[in-house]
């Protein structure tokens, strides 16, 4: 049986995210997800540093057959590249919508949108 995953980040803009999701899903990496409609504040440390800021957060659906190659999109394409945030929680849902999410993701069937 596949495993189902919720992969989410967090990035500065809602442009920032909406770039990386519309990649994510056309290469077939995440069958779908969803960008936050609010933005969350955030607190941190980076470099020893104490940050604050807005953050968007981006939540992505795929498969663990897709794991690495997602991860390794998303240090590709985030603004903070390898060293961003990224989450991965395992996901149980109904037999139809984990099948969905596996035939979307599917590397086999290259087709993408333009």
Not at 5 to 29: G, M, P, W, Y
Not at 90 to 106: M, Q, V
Request: net charge neutral; proline share 3%; charged share 25%.
């Amino acid at each position: 049986m596949d495993d189902f995953l919720n992969v989410t980040t967090a990035v500065d803009t809602q442009h920032e995210a909406f770039t990386i999701l519309r990649s994510a899903v056309k290469k077939k990496l995440a069958a779908s997800g969803q960008i936050s409609t609010a933005v969350v504040t955030a607190a941190w440390w980076h470099n020893e540093k104490y940050c604050e800021g807005n953050e968007w957060v981006l939540l992505l659906k795929t498969t663990a057959g897709r794991r690495a190659e997602l991860e390794k999109h998303l240090a590709d394409v985030h603004p903070r590249g390898a060293t961003a945030e990224v989450t991965i929680v395992p996901i149980d849902g109904s037999e139809n919508y984990l099948n969905w999410i596996r035939r979307a993701t599917d590397h086999q069937s290259r087709r993408r949108l333009p």
